[in-house]
């Protein structure tokens, strides 16, 4: 169900050809400031793999399990589809991604790979390759991409538990802010189960918030536990000047598994769907607007209704209808219990399929 917009901003970078004279060109990042960037490539040497344990490892012990598994993608884009306009030419934007299988398959954020015409990834040690993409979902903002690359290149990170997941529990962020590959920066889990807008501005439930600086470019990289493993997918900050205020957001690793299974199985992932929009102002899950030719059109539900229960889970604000009915999938039969004009009503429907 759509939600009201919020102040967040997506954290992939975008570059720009830019002309130097005649014949001249660069690439140049697109920021907020007027401040100079100076990149200096540099490879990192392998490390020894750290040894299996249950005790928190430290951020240098935890980047030297991970990096290598953390990846640069630029795309290139028509110019027209650029958010800092223009038009015409040709455009790229970057961002960050992490290896998921032997298989070549790595995650990253939908609104990286959007409008792409070509992907590039480059691994730790400066080797690139051309990679397919093999699917996307504009409802949660995960997209799944797969290069052809020798299994030597290929260091899948493990997925943690986002549901074991606890305020103040340590974390880090790896990725390439405005294109300074393998960065890290660490902090602590904010907050849990906030609700961020997706690009087709459905909710994405239960992200995690996250005070570990995270800027343009670090878009698809992982979030990291203090056991080096992926809890999150970063995707969003909260700014007002659109850089780390020290409020980002990432998608959950439960999400995300869910989710990338769906895309590398069939290239699409599907949502149930309800088919009502919740109102902005209201602290209960009062409906403020019924989509046509919806289940809930179809099982008689009106603008005023406050749904109070999906199933035997009860049901308090908007965010509690979406989490519930995104727990069921397409074609399920569920039982809606609502109130109007003070008394409670019970129906059954079955869910759809989210439009994209």
Request: proline share 4%; hydrophobic share 35%.
């Amino acid at each position: 169900m759509p939600r009201r917009s919020r102040q967040t901003t997506i954290v992939a970078s975008l570059l720009a050809a830019a002309c130097l004279g005649a014949g001249g060109g660069a690439v140049a990042y697109a920021t907020l400031s007027d401040g100079d960037t100076v990149v200096k490539q540099v490879t990192v040497k392998q490390s020894q793999p750290i040894a299996n344990s249950t005790a928190p490892l430290s951020v240098n012990q935890i980047y030297r399990r991970a990096y290598r598994g953390v990846v640069e993608v630029t795309v290139s884009m028509n110019g027209g589809s650029s958010p800092f306009g223009g038009g015409g030419g040709s455009a790229q934007a970057q961002g960050s991604g992490w290896v998921y299988d032997a298989d070549g398959h790595i995650v990253t954020n939908e609104h990286v790979v959007d409008a792409a015409t070509s992907i590039k990834v480059r691994f730790w040690n400066g080797k690139t390759y051309d990679a397919k993409l093999v699917g996307t979902d504009k409802s949660t903002d995960l997209a799944v991409i797969k290069v052809d690359a020798p299994s030597s290149e290929l260091h899948p990170l493990q997925t943690g538990d986002s549901a074991k997941v606890q305020v103040g529990d340590g974390v880090v962020a790896i990725g390439s802010p405005f294109g300074l590959e393998e960065t890290v920066t660490a902090g602590i889990v904010s907050a849990l189960h906030r609700a961020i807008q997706a690009p087709n501005n459905f909710t994405i439930n239960d992200s995690i918030q996250t005070d570990a600086a995270i800027n343009h470019g670090n878009s698809g990289g992982p979030l990291l536990n203090t056991q080096g493993r992926v809890v999150g997918v970063n995707a969003q900050i909260k700014s007002e000047s659109g850089d780390n205020a020290g409020v980002g957001f990432s998608i959950p690793s439960g999400t995300v598994r869910s989710i990338t299974s769906q895309l590398i199985s069939t290239g699409a992932a599907e949502h149930a769907y309800l088919g009502v929009s919740i109102s902005a102002t209201a602290s209960d899950a009062r409906i403020a607007e019924i989509r046509p030719s919806t289940p809930a059109a179809k099982a008689g539900l009106k603008a005023g209704d406050v749904v109070i229960a999906v199933g035997g889970t009860s049901i308090g604000d908007g965010d509690d209808l979406t989490r519930a009915i995104d727990s069921h999938d397409p074609g399920d039969t569920v039982k809606l219990t609502y109130k109007r004009g003070g008394s409670e009503h019970t129906v059954e429907l079955t869910l759809a399929t989210r439009p994209s």
